[in-house]
C-alpha cells in the first residue's frame, strides 16, 4: 500500500489498526473513527526495527485509505502530525 515499502501493509478496519510485521516485530498504527473522520491516535514500531521507515508507511498507507474512502483526517498522534507536516500532499485530508 505504501510506496516501495517492501513489506505488507494490513488494515484492519474492526480493530481500527494498519499493521505490518518487519523482523518478526509487531508495528501498528492505530485511529479511531466517527464518521467520515479518521483520528490517528498511536503509531507504534519497536526500537528493534526503527529508523526504517516503518512508521512513515504506517501513516502513508492510513492517508491513502483515508483519501480512497472520503475521509478526513485528524493527526492527534505526535508521529503522525509531523509526518503530515513534512507531506504536504495530504493537507487536503486534513479535518
Not at 42 to 63: F, N, Q, W, Y
Amino acid at each position: 500500500m505504501a510506496s516501495d515499502f517492501p513489506h505488507e501493509i494490513r488494515h484492519d478496519r474492526q480493530a481500527g489498526r494498519f499493521e505490518t510485521t518487519v523482523d518478526g516485530f509487531a508495528c501498528e498504527l492505530d485511529y479511531t473513527r466517527a464518521g467520515e473522520v479518521m483520528t490517528i491516535t498511536h503509531t507504534g514500531v519497536p526500537d528493534a526495527v526503527g529508523g526504517r521507515g516503518i512508521a512513515s508507511a504506517l501513516v502513508e498507507a492510513a492517508m491513502k485509505a483515508a483519501r480512497a474512502e472520503g475521509w478526513k483526517v485528524v493527526p492527534a498522534c505526535s508521529y503522525a502530525q509531523a509526518w503530515m507536516k513534512r507531506h504536504p500532499a495530504y493537507d487536503d485530508l486534513r479535518a
